[in-house]
């Protein structure tokens, strides 16, 4: 059925450009993100959203209208659906030279030059592809169909156009994880690899890649293949392994309980990859947990609790001496929500969760409690995927999402437990993942 489809659709001339996203549909619909992945339980958020227009095989355009009253552009498509565009957000949004920067992508028309009330002149329409709007002042914009019909404002063009930018969509685990598992070569030689990297990354939120080298300085060359490492109080990277004076709870052989790194900076890194070059003969077996995961079963076991921990302000502190002398604080909420009250990020490390708690004393006593219930869900088994390094692994994750632990190891002279660590932000990421799709599937209006 998939091969007609997409065979009739090729015979569209004008619709060329759905096509090669339909195909894109299809192998992610099929085949997710390769073997890695095959047995993984699948959740969805509530941001992925249903195909209902998703295969609208028309970007052609009926009819134009101007809608004065409301102050609302009209289009009507040739599939006879509709869609509005307010006269103000289509003169914001001009695309000739000198309201926008084509070479930047960029807006050159200063809102103080806007007329946030104005109305149109007049309403052409070019070949079912191109719009013309004619301003009172005699300007006129030229909106392409494509251009337009991704914008549209309907609540499912704009849920699907967030996805596309933002790839909201998550795949919740347990202990019943199937690790991805990747070539570290092919991530630094093939765009594509790197993409199924940075996409799986993302959507299941750990990936591990085998193969590297067994010395310092592989996490830089990973780095520069996404753009650059984050620089940190512990420098661009960091070695994790049993040392005097320590200056960090991860620079001992103790058990590492459950946590996310770097709650005490105001913005924590979005991404941590760790490198094993050395691996401890007894223990050393690292941890994690799909923290959004535990977070919605909270949710629904005990909204008292998530509540507690989602309003909650807490107090982190790092102090000590590394990259340089730091003396840390911040504020955060250990469970992080967004607008519309998804769960963005968690904020959770014991070790440097502060004795300052600035709470009214009678919510100190329900604040402890919440949080009993959050670590006690957190480290159920259910929930825990158990997994040992050997030397040439590097494990990439979601540092907002996935919390991360080690059980204890013995440390001697003989076998000399060694990870290198680094840091990156999301929006570096995020930032590769585009480009990389933009340079393998095409650009897109």
């Known amino acids: 059925m998939w091969t007609a489809v997409v065979k009739n659709l090729l015979k569209i001339k004008n619709h060329h450009h759905f096509a090669r996203r339909l195909l894109r549909v299809r192998k992610a619909k099929f085949h997710p993100l390769g073997h890695p992945l095959s047995g993984t339980r699948l959740q969805h958020t509530a941001g992925a959203t249903q195909p209902t227009n998703s295969f609208n095989l028309s970007f052609g355009i009926q009819k134009a209208e101007a809608l004065d009253a409301k102050r609302f552009l009209r ?89 596309e930018l933002h790839l909201p969509e998550c795949q ?10 990747m070539s570290y070569e092919d991530v630094l030689s093939n765009d594509e690899s790197t993409f199924k990297w940075l996409t799986t990354l993302k959507k299941v939120g750990i990936v591990l890649l085998d193969g590297a080298p067994t010395s310092k300085g592989e996490l830089v060359r990973l780095g520069k293949r996404i753009g650059f490492l984050r620089l940190t109080f512990y420098g661009h990277t960091f ?30 890194p979005g991404v941590q990859f760790l490198h094993c070059l050395k691996q401890a003969e007894l223990g050393g077996e690292s941890e994690v947990i799909d923290g959004f995961h535990v977070c919605n079963q909270l949710r629904e076991q005990n909204p008292e609790a998530f509540h507690v921990l989602s309003s909650t302000v807490v107090d982190f502190t790092d102090i000590g001496v590394d990259y340089c002398d730091f003396a840390l604080q911040s504020k955060q909420h250990i469970i992080e ?81 060694h990870l290198e660590g680094c840091y990156l932000d999301w929006d570096v990421v995020m930032s590769r993942m585009r480009r990389l799709k933009h340079s393998l599937h095409g650009a897109e209006n």
Not at 125 to 154: I, M, Q, Y
Not at 394 to 402: L, P, S
């Open 75 to 163: 289009i009507q498509w040739e599939d006879d659906s509709e869609s509005f565009y307010p006269y103000v957000w289509l003169r914001d949004n001009c695309q000739c030279p000198d309201c926008f920067l084509h070479s930047a992508k960029a807006r050159k028309l200063p809102f103080t030059d806007l007329n946030v009330e104005t109305g149109v002149q007049g309403i052409a329409l070019s070949n079912t592809e191109k719009v013309r709007v004619t301003w009172p002042d005699g300007h006129t914009s030229d909106f392409e169909a494509g251009w337009l019909k991704k914008r549209c404002f309907s609540r499912h063009s704009r849920a699907e156009m967030q996805d």
């Open 337 to 417: 929500l967004g607008n519309n009250k998804q769960i963005i990020r968690i904020n959770f490390n014991n070790a440097t969760r502060d004795s300052v708690l600035d709470v009214p004393l009678e919510t100190v006593q329900p604040f402890y409690s919440a949080l009993r219930e959050f670590v006690t869900l957190m480290n159920r088994p259910e929930h825990t995927f158990c997994y040992k390094m050997k030397p040439g692994h590097i494990v990439t994750f979601d540092n907002w999402r996935i919390l991360h632990g080690r059980r204890s190891y013995q440390s001697g002279e003989r076998m000399h437990r």
């Open 239 to 268: 070695q994790v392994e049993d040392k005097m004076d320590a200056n960090n709870v991860a620079y001992t052989s103790g058990k590492l309980s459950l946590h996310t790194d770097y709650p005490a900076l105001q913005y924590p």
């Open 172 to 181: 919740f685990w347990g202990s019943d994880l199937q690790m991805p598992v």
